[in-house]
């Protein structure tokens, strides 16, 4: 079957699923149980104190279904299935366990035997290391009803030392079988090197029932004479084996085959001498072929027929006798001569590079042979990047799918990431808003890569550039600590011109921006200070004003917003004195003064702190930034800022003789008589809970115009923004105290009755608009 619909969801590939199709549904409920159980395995199980081991709790019991769903999704996550976890299925009468996917470099042949003891029917196993020769044991012991055994990549059980000739495998006892699984149907060994033919033999001459044979990668195969006996075996798959002219023959007595894989990816892998005449014997003698893969090797031909056939068209000189018989499935991925480009070829579908369509067949094909998925990978990110394409759910899917699966293979998270950034990229935002779930497994597959390289440059720029495509913070929060852990190691160490460093400072920025202190406190708690002052040290050291820089002192800014313990982690990680080295050095940078002076601000909020900044040195600083004009009136708003939350706790607090309060004080009125009430603001308040605290401060009528002038700017240029936040805080109550106390000046007061009529307008105004919507 061709694709039929061009749906850019449309479900038409063959087993591809459309993740826009898949995950825009409500997650199952046991889905979300299943996700909280495995990140808090403590809900069903408890630690034994005598054997560190995890335990399933009394009175709880789990079926097949549930158990093997649990194992298999951990598994799923890296490094998440540990000997302490697989503990909790030695207890058979309360676990039950048929098929299992497993991996995980810290399982051992203990745990294996555990899991094979519950007599599974299906097993698989990879990237497992510390796997050894004792699994032939359990295997054997165990292994009568295992129907499907699967032992992949990074998983040695079949040491040289003990099958490297026939003697020593009968010294060591196994003269009639490498392990006892009679009734195995399924059986996939790959990247088994070293290993004699008589090694292969001795495997395979006791398994008469196996229906599907996969020796991927697997070397000193001999000519195969070894597998005619498997008279029930309908697939073959010797992807990526040497001589493998020497073994069709052998291949050729298989007469109920009908999957045949012989591909290649290895280009130094010997060509076929007579491909036409290897091609057609094959398709002759395997009748029953439906699926065939000849990916890589020149078995294609050059697409000239060697004998006349008229009423057989194909371009394909081995397969003209399938042209009125077409295959399901026909592999011609990096075949020799272009073979995909082809015209006729007696295939329904095709695994190749001419078009969308045969790249996301290749890649579906291919999603366990990490060599051969990344050049397919790169394929589509070129679709992606340079062309448009029409099957983007089922390319998403794929992408998302081969990223989980090899985490580990750099070049597979490079080439997923960056063709993941042109698929955010090119989705509506609010066809990615309606798919709330395939944005997040976006989001979760782009931090795993970027987790498990996150010293690869190039994979942090793919991961950092594809993040920014979304909503930050919103989109995020769901992964928000893991994201900056990620970001702040970022950051760290970078070279001062690194791409990385900068989008990665930038993002930071951005999720300490609009989250709530809960987020800003864990920011605080996993590092952020230290390492925005680690950058600001090293800007300072080489006499550089960028913007990292400048975007270090925003994030400490946003970081320090209402959040006292992290003003204090400023503080104790001597950010004043990085504040005073700045001003000396970059005096007439504005957007530095700005932020600067922004988070100093944050700091004189909390009052246990305040008598930190009462110093002469600081508070000459703070008046003579009354006078600037930097960025508008920000900085010398945020000097005045300063000022009025140090005068508040009174004359007894302010120490210092030079400069003198009064002065200061004085200074500081000047300066907001010169402002202008409508200039547009850059900054954000969540809260005015500060400010309304100065209102009330009556001792110090200078505090309380700072106060009354910043609610009366704000009220007036955003009211949409602010008005209601002042009503709700209490503001109108306490600014209408202040106009009937006698003790405020008449400026404050002024202000006061601006910020009053400003809210009262907008109120009006809107229930004008109120009124309009109703009539």
Known sequence: MMLQSKCRHSNSIPEVTCSFCNLTTPQQLLDICFDYVSEHIETISVKNPNTEQLELRKGVALPVELCEKLLNLRSSNNNSVTSEFINIFRDRECTRLKRVRLKGEHVNDADLAILLAHRLVELEIAYCPQLTIKCIDYLSEFGSSLLSLSIGNNTKIFPERVFGAKTKIQNEGYTSFIFHTPSLRKLV?????YLQPFFYLLLLA?????????????????????????????????????????????????????????????????????????????????????????SGTNLAGRGVAEVEVTSCPSDIPGLVHRANNPLQFLGLYETSHEACLRHHIPAKLIAGNANEEQVLIAALAYLDRPEMLQKVLNELFHLFRYESC???????????????????????????????????????????NNAMRVKKKIITTLLNG??????????????????????????????????????????????QESFVQRIGIYLLNSLACQVDGKQKVKLGELGAISKMISLISDRLENN???????????????????????????????GMEYFLMCLQKFPQKDELLRNMMGLLGNVAEVQPLRHYLVTPEYLCVFSDLLGSSS???????NAAGVISHIASDGPEVWTVTNPSRDYVLDKMVMAISRWDLNSPRNINYRSF????????????????QWATWALANLTQVYPEKYCGLVEKEGGLELLQEVISNPAPPRAVKVLAEVVLKNCQNYKELLEKIVECLDG
């Open 189 to 193: 060994l790959r990247h088994v090197q």
């Open 206 to 294: 006791p398994l008469n029932s196996l229906a599907y044979l996969d020796l991927s990668s697997c070397s000193n195969l001999g000519n195969f004479n070894y597998c005619v006996h498997l008279t029930n075996l309908t697939s073959l798959v010797l992807h990526n084996v040497e001589k493998m002219e020497d073994k069709i023959p052998a291949i050729c007595k298989l007469v109920n085959l009908r999957h045949l894989d012989i591909s290649q990816f290895n280009e130094d892998l010997e060509k076929y001498t007579r491909p036409n005449e290897v091609l057609t014997m094959i398709v002759k003698c395997l009748p029953y072929l439906t699926s065939l893969d000849i």
């Open 390 to 432: 029409e099957f983007v759910g089922q390319a998403l899917n794929i992408v998302l799918e081969a990223m989980t699966r090899h985490l580990t293979e750099r070049h597979i998270q490079i080439s997923g990431s960056a063709t993941l950034f042109y698929i955010v990229k090119g989705t509506g935002a609010e066809e990615l």
């Open 450 to 495: 970027m987790a498990a390289h996150i010293n690869d440059d190039t994979m942090m720029r793919n991961g950092c550039l594809t993040l920014c495509q979304f909503k930050i913070p919103n989109d995020v929060l769901f992964e928000y600590d893991r994201l900056v852990d990620i970001l702040l190691h970022s950051v760290n160490g970078q070279q």
């Open 544 to 574: 550089i004003c960028d913007d990292v820089l400048e975007v270090a002192w925003s994030t400490m800014w946003n970081v320090t917003d209402e959040t006292p313990c992290n003003c204090q982690k400023f503080l104790e990680k001597n």
């Open 631 to 637: 960025d508008g009136i920000e900085v010398s708003y």
């Open 689 to 704: 809970e500060p400010i309304l605290y100065l209102v009330g401060v009556y001792h110090t009528p200078e505090c309380q």
